[in-house]
């Protein structure tokens, strides 16, 4: 079963620009969730895709953050314009449902510069 | 709301040897599910151990165990038999149930020496 893919892997925009994150879940898993790592700091949630709803975006820091998740299956998160505070780590995962736990990517670096 | 701390930013255990990480949480909700992630480097986040809070017999996977003392709210990881393979980022995670965001602790940088 293939896992979890993100990409890039890496990206370095300057601040303003736009940068757009990719995710992959799993097939067949419905959860599809967006965490950010802060270098130093911990991992935290922004927001939870069930299928193609928007069912938490509570931790989106602001609007200029957009999640979309066509058709239920691959998710984007993009960036316009990005900001200094925006570098970090990017996690994509997906889970069938919570008592499973999730499956995670490996992660997108942002680095804003 | 819920907290997740690891006192510990960095640990290191010999090969072969034992080494125990800490986590204790806060939550004020009953059912509630406990996860260890390990995080080798420029790798994906992989689930070691899950525990939920309603069953009071501590969970294993292989080298993998956990101390769970939910009066205590601790959670801690302990690893046997370390190899250099568990080199890596270890996060504790706490999620309610009916939420599906976990809450992260700040993680430990595990180093395993030969």
């Known amino acids: 079963e293939a896992g979890v893919t993100q990409f890039p892997s890496h990206s370095v925009i300057e601040k303003g620009q736009t940068v757009t994150l990719r995710c992959d879940p799993i097939s067949g898993h419905d959860n599809l969730y967006w965490y950010r790592r802060v270098m130093g700091k911990e991992i935290k949630f922004l927001l939870h895709?069930?299928?193609?709803?928007?069912?938490?975006e509570s931790g989106m820091p602001n609007n200029r953050f957009l999640a979309e998740r066509t058709g239920g299956t691959y998710s984007t998160l993009k960036v316009q314009p990005a900001e200094l505070e925006d570098s970090g780590v990017y996690f994509c995962?997906?889970?069938?449902?919570?008592?499973?736990?999730?499956?995670f990517g490996s992660g997108t670096r942002l680095t804003v510069v | 709301a819920q907290t997740v701390t690891q006192s510990q930013p960095e640990m290191s255990v010999q090969e072969a040897e034992t080494v125990t990480l800490s986590c204790t949480y806060d939550t004020s909700e009953s059912d509630y599910y406990l996860f260890w992630y390990k995080q080798p480097p420029s790798r994906q986040m992989i689930l070691v151990i899950r525990?939920?809070?309603?069953?009071?017999q501590n969970a294993t996977e292989n080298r993998f165990s956990v101390n769970f003392q939910k009066a205590a709210k601790s959670f801690s990881l302990k690893i046997s038999d370390s190899q250099l393979g568990d080199a890596a980022m270890y996060f504790c995670?706490?999620?309610?149930?009916?939420?599906?965001?976990?809450?992260f602790g700040k993680g430990t940088k595990l180093t395993v020496n030969p």
């Open positions: 995962a997906s889970s069938p449902g919570t008592v499973y736990g999730y499956t």
């Open positions: 995670a706490l999620t309610q149930g009916g939420s599906e965001k976990l809450v």
């Open positions: 525990q939920e809070a309603y069953k009071q």
């Open positions: 895709f069930v299928k193609e709803s928007k069912q938490d």
